[in-house]
């Protein structure tokens, strides 16, 4: 049983003939709320985030910039193997000339310390040297028969698909080639080509 019901608190006496339910109700106040949590400042955890995030960020960041440093000797090969290619003037056996001798400045770009190993390398056993390095398969079968003719045997003029399909295997190994290890070359250029010359007896590339 109730302490109180309606009708005695209605039975209470009150100062001022005022109704008890209003007293009552007068003597009520709004609920306080704990005021919000704030978002500074955060805690351990969240700081503790935020520092793995930025570390891994500017660990990202080196990486990226350091590879972009490895791989600009690559981006050089290419912008020379493409005048090389557009050089059409110059002559078939010209092109190819330049083209091994690109191949051979960024090989030894890449490997340093095998040009007193490979340097007397030449022909069909340069061209396997090169397939030996690359990711990708290389035809040098094809391209060293018609390279030994044009530029050791001096019997043909290659003609435009053989010398398209020369630059397409020079173009596969510059792009896919395997580099030494990159804790040896900080940071890797291709040396400066010397101007294009036409020539078409037999050299050593």
Known sequence: MPIFDSTQIQQLPMPGGQDPRQALLSQMHDLQLP?????FPPAPGWIALFLLLLMALTG???????????????HQALAALAAIESAREDGAC?????????LKRVYFTAYP????????????DWLQR????????????????????ALYQAK???????MRFLFDTARR?????QPAPQHRLPQRRLPQRKPLMAQTEAQRV
């Open 94 to 102: 010209a092109q190819c000339l330049a083209t091994m001798r690109l």
């Open 173 to 177: 190994w510059i792009r896919h080639h």
């Open 156 to 162: 043909m003029e290659p003609s435009k698909q053989q």
């Open 113 to 124: 310390d095998k040009r007193s190993q490979d340097a007397g390398l030449f022909g069909r």
């Open 60 to 74: 990202l960041l080196l990486w990226l910039v350091q590879r972009r440093r490895q791989r600009r000797y690559r």
């Open 35 to 39: 005021e919000a949590i704030g978002w």
């Open 130 to 149: 090169l397939a030996a390095s690359c990711q990708r398969p290389l035809a040098v079968d094809e391209v060293g028969e018609f390279i030994e003719a």
